[in-house]
Protein backbone atom coordinates (compact mmCIF):
# COMPACT_ATOMS: atom_id res chain seq x y z
CA UNK A 1 0.00 0.00 0.00
CA UNK A 2 1.13 3.77 -0.91
CA UNK A 3 2.16 5.69 1.87
CA UNK A 4 -0.50 8.47 1.44
CA UNK A 5 -3.72 8.76 0.25
CA UNK A 6 -5.01 8.47 -3.24
CA UNK A 7 -6.22 11.67 -2.89
CA UNK A 8 -2.70 12.77 -1.70
CA UNK A 9 -1.21 11.45 -5.41
CA UNK A 10 -3.80 12.67 -7.44
CA UNK A 11 -3.25 16.07 -6.07
CA UNK A 12 0.78 15.56 -6.93
CA UNK A 13 0.24 14.38 -10.03
CA UNK A 14 -2.03 17.56 -10.99
CA UNK A 15 0.83 20.06 -10.10
CA UNK A 16 2.80 17.72 -12.25
CA UNK A 17 0.35 18.20 -15.38
CA UNK A 18 0.35 21.89 -14.90
CA UNK A 19 3.91 22.23 -14.87
CA UNK A 20 3.58 20.39 -18.13
CA UNK A 21 1.22 22.24 -19.57
CA UNK A 22 3.58 25.43 -18.78
CA UNK A 23 6.57 23.79 -21.17
CA UNK A 24 3.93 22.54 -23.99
CA UNK A 25 4.72 19.03 -22.86
CA UNK A 26 2.49 15.97 -24.10
CA UNK A 27 4.74 13.42 -22.01
CA UNK A 28 6.86 13.32 -19.03
CA UNK A 29 9.67 10.87 -18.34
CA UNK A 30 10.33 10.16 -14.77
CA UNK A 31 13.93 8.76 -14.68
CA UNK A 32 14.55 9.26 -10.96
CA UNK A 33 13.53 6.65 -8.16
CA UNK A 34 12.59 9.48 -5.62
CA UNK A 35 10.01 11.20 -8.43
CA UNK A 36 8.42 7.52 -8.98
CA UNK A 37 7.96 7.65 -5.29
CA UNK A 38 6.65 10.98 -4.67
CA UNK A 39 3.95 11.20 -7.61
CA UNK A 40 2.73 7.37 -7.06
CA UNK A 41 4.36 5.55 -3.96
CA UNK A 42 6.07 3.51 -5.85
CA UNK A 43 9.03 1.50 -4.02
CA UNK A 44 11.87 -1.12 -4.89
CA UNK A 45 15.54 -1.24 -5.41
CA UNK A 46 15.30 -1.72 -9.31
CA UNK A 47 16.57 2.09 -10.11
CA UNK A 48 19.99 -0.24 -11.51
CA UNK A 49 18.56 -1.38 -14.27
CA UNK A 50 16.39 1.15 -16.43
CA UNK A 51 13.04 2.06 -15.70
CA UNK A 52 10.75 4.91 -16.14
CA UNK A 53 7.83 6.49 -14.85
CA UNK A 54 5.45 7.65 -17.85
CA UNK A 55 2.91 11.02 -17.06
CA UNK A 56 0.69 12.09 -19.36
CA UNK A 57 -2.12 14.39 -19.66
CA UNK A 58 -5.26 12.00 -19.82
CA UNK A 59 -4.59 8.44 -17.97
CA UNK A 60 -2.83 7.48 -14.49
CA UNK A 61 0.75 7.23 -14.89
CA UNK A 62 2.72 4.20 -16.12
CA UNK A 63 5.51 2.45 -14.71
CA UNK A 64 7.82 0.70 -17.21
CA UNK A 65 10.76 -1.35 -15.89
CA UNK A 66 12.04 -4.97 -15.35
CA UNK A 67 9.51 -7.71 -15.51
CA UNK A 68 10.85 -8.94 -12.17
CA UNK A 69 10.34 -6.01 -10.47
CA UNK A 70 6.97 -5.07 -11.68
CA UNK A 71 5.29 -6.94 -8.60
CA UNK A 72 6.40 -3.89 -6.40
CA UNK A 73 3.38 -1.59 -8.61
CA UNK A 74 1.24 -3.51 -7.22
CA UNK A 75 2.74 -4.04 -3.75
CA UNK A 76 3.40 -0.20 -2.94
CA UNK A 77 1.22 2.04 -5.39
CA UNK A 78 -2.15 2.95 -6.35
CA UNK A 79 -1.90 2.01 -9.97
CA UNK A 80 -3.83 -0.87 -11.65
CA UNK A 81 -2.85 -3.15 -14.06
CA UNK A 82 -2.96 -1.47 -16.79
CA UNK A 83 -0.54 0.49 -15.68
CA UNK A 84 2.39 -1.76 -15.50
CA UNK A 85 4.36 -2.23 -18.27
CA UNK A 86 7.56 -4.76 -18.34
CA UNK A 87 10.14 -5.95 -20.72
CA UNK A 88 11.90 -9.19 -19.86
CA UNK A 89 15.05 -10.92 -18.84
CA UNK A 90 16.52 -11.03 -22.29
CA UNK A 91 17.36 -7.35 -22.05
CA UNK A 92 19.08 -7.17 -18.96
CA UNK A 93 22.71 -6.57 -18.56
CA UNK A 94 22.68 -8.28 -22.33
CA UNK A 95 25.14 -7.26 -24.84
CA UNK A 96 23.99 -5.58 -28.06
CA UNK A 97 20.04 -4.89 -26.99
CA UNK A 98 19.20 -2.33 -23.91
CA UNK A 99 16.01 -2.33 -22.08
CA UNK A 100 15.02 1.29 -23.49
CA UNK A 101 14.85 -0.22 -27.00
CA UNK A 102 12.16 -1.93 -25.19
CA UNK A 103 10.61 0.67 -23.93
CA UNK A 104 10.99 3.52 -26.46
CA UNK A 105 8.83 0.18 -27.74
CA UNK A 106 6.05 0.91 -25.55
CA UNK A 107 5.95 4.39 -25.99
CA UNK A 108 5.30 4.33 -29.75
CA UNK A 109 2.42 2.10 -28.83
CA UNK A 110 0.98 5.05 -26.73
CA UNK A 111 1.15 6.75 -29.88
CA UNK A 112 3.84 9.50 -28.69
CA UNK A 113 6.19 9.46 -32.11
CA UNK A 114 5.68 13.19 -33.18
CA UNK A 115 4.96 14.44 -29.48
CA UNK A 116 6.50 16.81 -27.18
CA UNK A 117 8.15 14.68 -24.54
CA UNK A 118 10.11 15.88 -21.87
CA UNK A 119 12.81 14.04 -19.94
CA UNK A 120 14.85 14.51 -16.90
CA UNK A 121 18.42 15.14 -17.96
CA UNK A 122 20.36 15.23 -14.77
CA UNK A 123 19.37 12.08 -12.81
CA UNK A 124 22.02 9.23 -11.55
CA UNK A 125 19.10 6.63 -12.62
CA UNK A 126 18.42 7.75 -16.43
CA UNK A 127 21.62 6.93 -18.42
CA UNK A 128 23.01 8.67 -21.83
CA UNK A 129 22.11 5.57 -23.35
CA UNK A 130 18.37 5.05 -21.65
CA UNK A 131 17.99 8.52 -23.58
CA UNK A 132 19.85 8.04 -27.08
CA UNK A 133 17.89 4.36 -27.41
CA UNK A 134 14.39 6.20 -26.31
CA UNK A 135 15.43 8.92 -28.69
CA UNK A 136 16.50 6.90 -31.74
CA UNK A 137 13.25 4.75 -31.25
CA UNK A 138 11.30 8.27 -31.37
CA UNK A 139 12.80 9.86 -33.98
CA UNK A 140 10.29 12.47 -34.81
CA UNK A 141 8.91 13.07 -31.36
CA UNK A 142 10.55 16.19 -29.82
CA UNK A 143 12.42 15.60 -26.98
CA UNK A 144 12.51 18.61 -24.27
CA UNK A 145 14.81 18.74 -21.05
CA UNK A 146 12.31 19.23 -18.37
CA UNK A 147 15.13 18.34 -15.26
CA UNK A 148 13.78 19.23 -12.07
CA UNK A 149 9.96 19.94 -12.93
CA UNK A 150 9.09 17.07 -10.49
CA UNK A 151 11.76 18.22 -7.91
CA UNK A 152 10.38 21.81 -8.04
CA UNK A 153 6.29 20.34 -7.71
CA UNK A 154 7.46 18.60 -4.68
CA UNK A 155 9.72 21.02 -2.95
CA UNK A 156 6.67 22.62 -0.93
CA UNK A 157 5.37 19.41 1.43
CA UNK A 158 1.93 18.45 2.46
CA UNK A 159 1.30 18.60 5.94
CA UNK A 160 1.11 14.33 5.82
CA UNK A 161 4.21 14.25 4.33
CA UNK A 162 6.28 16.63 7.45
CA UNK A 163 4.61 14.87 9.63
CA UNK A 164 6.45 11.32 7.87
CA UNK A 165 9.48 13.94 8.32
CA UNK A 166 8.79 14.46 11.68
CA UNK A 167 8.84 10.25 12.56
CA UNK A 168 12.05 10.63 10.77
CA UNK A 169 13.48 12.93 12.97
CA UNK A 170 12.84 10.68 15.89
CA UNK A 171 14.83 8.45 14.26
CA UNK A 172 17.72 9.99 13.88
CA UNK A 173 17.77 11.67 17.15
CA UNK A 174 17.74 7.71 18.34
CA UNK A 175 20.30 6.82 15.84
CA UNK A 176 22.11 10.14 17.21
CA UNK A 177 21.69 9.03 21.12
CA UNK A 178 23.19 5.58 20.10
CA UNK A 179 26.14 7.18 18.95
CA UNK A 180 26.53 9.47 22.34
CA UNK A 181 26.25 6.29 24.03
CA UNK A 182 28.94 4.36 22.51
CA UNK A 183 31.59 6.13 21.02
CA UNK A 184 34.82 6.86 22.94
CA UNK A 185 38.45 6.35 22.59
CA UNK A 186 39.17 2.58 22.17
CA UNK A 187 36.02 2.23 19.70
CA UNK A 188 36.16 1.40 16.19
CA UNK A 189 34.35 3.50 13.52
CA UNK A 190 33.31 0.25 11.60
CA UNK A 191 31.69 -1.09 15.56
CA UNK A 192 30.34 2.14 16.20
CA UNK A 193 28.39 2.25 12.64
CA UNK A 194 27.24 -0.92 12.85
CA UNK A 195 25.39 0.38 16.03
CA UNK A 196 24.38 3.59 14.75
CA UNK A 197 22.94 1.39 11.45
CA UNK A 198 21.01 -0.76 13.71
CA UNK A 199 19.36 1.87 15.22
CA UNK A 200 18.27 3.55 12.21
CA UNK A 201 16.88 0.57 11.13
CA UNK A 202 14.99 -0.47 13.78
CA UNK A 203 13.70 2.49 15.05
CA UNK A 204 11.25 2.95 18.28
CA UNK A 205 8.24 1.28 19.81
CA UNK A 206 5.90 3.32 17.26
CA UNK A 207 7.86 2.54 14.09
CA UNK A 208 10.72 1.50 11.88
CA UNK A 209 13.31 3.18 9.93
CA UNK A 210 14.64 2.73 5.81
CA UNK A 211 17.68 2.57 4.79
CA UNK A 212 18.82 6.51 4.93
CA UNK A 213 19.63 7.90 1.05
CA UNK A 214 23.04 9.11 2.43
CA UNK A 215 25.74 6.95 3.74
CA UNK A 216 26.03 7.89 7.68
CA UNK A 217 29.40 9.86 8.00
CA UNK A 218 32.06 9.67 10.65
CA UNK A 219 34.64 12.50 10.45
CA UNK A 220 37.25 11.67 12.79
CA UNK A 221 40.93 13.57 13.10
CA UNK A 222 42.48 14.24 9.85
CA UNK A 223 39.46 12.92 8.24
CA UNK A 224 37.74 16.06 9.40
CA UNK A 225 39.32 18.29 7.54
CA UNK A 226 36.56 17.15 4.43
CA UNK A 227 33.34 16.90 4.39
CA UNK A 228 32.35 13.61 3.50
CA UNK A 229 34.81 10.68 4.29
CA UNK A 230 33.70 7.08 4.62
CA UNK A 231 34.17 5.09 7.98
CA UNK A 232 37.11 2.73 8.09
CA UNK A 233 38.24 0.31 11.36
CA UNK A 234 40.35 2.79 12.68
CA UNK A 235 39.78 3.45 16.32
CA UNK A 236 38.87 6.64 18.17
CA UNK A 237 41.63 8.30 19.72
CA UNK A 238 41.44 9.82 22.97
CA UNK A 239 41.45 13.98 21.88
CA UNK A 240 39.60 13.47 18.68
CA UNK A 241 37.36 15.98 17.74
CA UNK A 242 34.37 13.94 16.04
CA UNK A 243 31.25 14.76 13.45
CA UNK A 244 28.77 12.62 13.06
CA UNK A 245 26.40 13.13 9.93
CA UNK A 246 23.46 10.90 10.60
CA UNK A 247 20.00 10.47 9.26
CA UNK A 248 16.63 8.94 9.99
CA UNK A 249 14.57 8.07 7.22
CA UNK A 250 10.85 6.82 7.19
CA UNK A 251 8.36 5.60 4.29
CA UNK A 252 11.42 6.94 2.15
CA UNK A 253 11.58 10.25 3.94
CA UNK A 254 14.42 11.62 5.26
CA UNK A 255 16.39 14.05 7.84
CA UNK A 256 19.35 14.50 8.69
CA UNK A 257 21.03 15.56 12.03
CA UNK A 258 24.90 16.70 12.70
CA UNK A 259 26.78 17.13 15.35
CA UNK A 260 30.04 17.41 17.35
CA UNK A 261 31.95 14.91 19.85
CA UNK A 262 35.33 16.11 21.67
CA UNK A 263 36.70 12.70 23.02
CA UNK A 264 38.67 13.78 26.22
CA UNK A 265 39.93 17.33 26.12
CA UNK A 266 40.47 19.21 22.71
CA UNK A 267 41.69 22.55 21.69
CA UNK A 268 39.97 25.47 23.18
CA UNK A 269 39.73 26.61 19.10
CA UNK A 270 37.42 23.84 18.90
CA UNK A 271 34.93 24.65 21.52
CA UNK A 272 34.87 28.94 20.36
CA UNK A 273 34.20 27.53 17.07
CA UNK A 274 30.83 25.70 18.15
CA UNK A 275 30.32 28.38 20.15
CA UNK A 276 29.93 29.84 17.01
CA UNK A 277 28.38 28.34 14.98
CA UNK A 278 25.81 27.57 17.10
CA UNK A 279 25.43 30.88 17.07
CA UNK A 280 25.45 31.52 13.55
CA UNK A 281 22.26 28.44 13.05
CA UNK A 282 20.35 30.77 16.30
CA UNK A 283 20.84 33.11 13.61
CA UNK A 284 19.73 31.33 10.39
CA UNK A 285 16.85 29.89 12.21
CA UNK A 286 15.34 33.86 13.15
CA UNK A 287 15.72 34.57 9.69
CA UNK A 288 13.51 31.62 8.59
CA UNK A 289 9.92 32.37 7.44
CA UNK A 290 7.86 32.40 4.11
CA UNK A 291 9.07 35.50 1.90
CA UNK A 292 11.96 35.36 2.58
CA UNK A 293 15.03 34.76 -0.33
CA UNK A 294 17.77 31.69 0.35
CA UNK A 295 20.45 34.18 -0.15
CA UNK A 296 19.01 36.63 3.30
CA UNK A 297 19.00 33.22 4.69
CA UNK A 298 22.98 32.93 4.05
CA UNK A 299 23.69 36.17 4.99
CA UNK A 300 22.36 35.60 8.18
CA UNK A 301 25.33 33.18 9.01
CA UNK A 302 27.37 35.20 7.06
CA UNK A 303 27.15 37.89 8.89
CA UNK A 304 28.17 35.95 12.45
CA UNK A 305 30.94 34.46 10.74
CA UNK A 306 32.57 37.68 9.87
CA UNK A 307 32.01 38.64 13.26
CA UNK A 308 34.43 35.98 14.40
CA UNK A 309 36.76 35.68 11.18
CA UNK A 310 35.44 32.61 10.08
CA UNK A 311 35.16 31.04 6.23
CA UNK A 312 32.85 28.56 4.93
CA UNK A 313 32.92 28.93 1.32
CA UNK A 314 30.09 26.15 0.62
CA UNK A 315 25.89 26.59 0.73
CA UNK A 316 24.19 25.93 4.30
CA UNK A 317 21.58 24.79 3.15
CA UNK A 318 19.24 22.82 0.77
CA UNK A 319 16.01 21.14 0.26
CA UNK A 320 15.03 17.19 1.79
CA UNK A 321 12.62 15.37 1.38
CA UNK A 322 11.44 11.78 -0.19
CA UNK A 323 15.22 9.91 -1.51
CA UNK A 324 17.31 7.17 -2.36
CA UNK A 325 20.86 6.38 -2.39
CA UNK A 326 23.18 8.43 -3.17
CA UNK A 327 21.24 11.63 -2.15
CA UNK A 328 18.76 13.15 0.06
CA UNK A 329 18.35 16.36 -1.27
CA UNK A 330 16.44 17.30 -3.79
CA UNK A 331 18.72 19.63 -5.79
CA UNK A 332 16.23 22.59 -5.73
CA UNK A 333 16.46 25.29 -3.03
CA UNK A 334 19.86 26.02 -1.60
CA UNK A 335 20.78 28.53 1.14
CA UNK A 336 23.70 30.14 -0.21
CA UNK A 337 24.92 33.57 -1.05
CA UNK A 338 22.64 36.12 -3.57
CA UNK A 339 20.49 32.75 -4.04
CA UNK A 340 16.42 34.43 -5.26
CA UNK A 341 14.96 31.28 -4.51
CA UNK A 342 12.22 32.68 -2.31
CA UNK A 343 11.47 30.48 0.62
CA UNK A 344 7.59 29.44 1.47
CA UNK A 345 5.30 27.61 4.05
CA UNK A 346 6.10 24.13 4.19
CA UNK A 347 9.39 23.92 2.60
CA UNK A 348 11.69 21.36 4.27
CA UNK A 349 15.64 22.49 4.43
CA UNK A 350 18.45 20.76 5.98
CA UNK A 351 20.69 23.18 7.34
CA UNK A 352 23.86 22.14 7.49
CA UNK A 353 26.65 24.40 9.11
CA UNK A 354 30.37 22.62 8.72
CA UNK A 355 33.29 24.19 9.54
CA UNK A 356 36.46 22.27 8.37
CA UNK A 357 39.91 22.99 9.52
CA UNK A 358 43.35 21.98 8.92
CA UNK A 359 43.32 19.63 11.16
CA UNK A 360 40.02 19.22 12.55
CA UNK A 361 36.60 19.75 11.46
CA UNK A 362 32.61 20.47 13.01
CA UNK A 363 29.30 19.94 11.89
CA UNK A 364 25.67 20.96 13.01
CA UNK A 365 22.83 20.53 11.11
CA UNK A 366 18.94 20.64 11.85
CA UNK A 367 15.78 19.38 9.42
CA UNK A 368 13.71 22.09 9.72
CA UNK A 369 10.25 23.28 8.11
CA UNK A 370 9.06 26.96 7.21
CA UNK A 371 5.47 27.14 9.35
CA UNK A 372 3.17 30.14 8.75
CA UNK A 373 5.20 32.91 10.39
CA UNK A 374 8.77 30.95 11.26
CA UNK A 375 10.52 28.01 11.72
CA UNK A 376 9.84 24.38 13.41
CA UNK A 377 13.40 22.36 14.01
CA UNK A 378 12.16 18.80 13.19
CA UNK A 379 15.07 17.67 14.92
CA UNK A 380 15.45 17.80 18.26
CA UNK A 381 18.75 17.01 19.63
CA UNK A 382 21.52 18.68 22.07
CA UNK A 383 23.03 20.98 19.82
CA UNK A 384 26.52 22.14 21.85
CA UNK A 385 29.73 20.07 21.82
CA UNK A 386 29.59 16.68 23.06
CA UNK A 387 32.45 15.64 25.16
CA UNK A 388 33.45 12.05 25.98
CA UNK A 389 35.67 12.16 29.40
CA UNK A 390 36.06 8.48 30.32
CA UNK A 391 38.71 6.25 28.24
CA UNK A 392 38.38 2.51 27.64
CA UNK A 393 40.65 0.11 29.08
Same mark, same amino acid.
Given at each position: !????????????????R?? !????N?D??????????NW???????? &????????????????? !???? !? /?????AL??????H??????E???????????E?????????? =???? $???Y??? *??? &???????????????????????????S??? @?????????????R????????????????? +??C??????????????????????? =???L???????????P???D? *? &????? %?????????????????????Q =???????V &?????????G??????????????? /???R??????????????? +???????????????????S? +????K %???? @?????????????????????? %???????????????? $???????????
Open positions: !MPPFSRDEYQTRLQTVTG !MAKNLALVIGDPANMLTGFDAWS &FYVPQIMLVQHDQEPIW !MGRK !M /DAGAVTTYLEACVMPYGDYVQREGVHPSVIAGFLRDLN =LNGK $RIGESD *TYF &FSPRSLGCLQKGLNEAQWIDADLLVNWRVI @KSDAEIEVMRQASLVEGAMAVAYENIAPGV +RQDLMSKIVAAQIQGNDQFGGDLTA =LSPILAGKAATTAHMWTE *T &FVDGQ %TVALELGGTRKRYNAGLARTV =LGAGPKK &FETADAVCELDAVLDVIKPGVLAG /DVHAWQTVLDKYGLVKDS +RIGYSIGVGYSPDWGEHTVL +RADE %TVLE @KNMVLHVMLGMWLDDWGMEISE %TVAVTDTAVECLTQFP $RGVHVVDHLMG
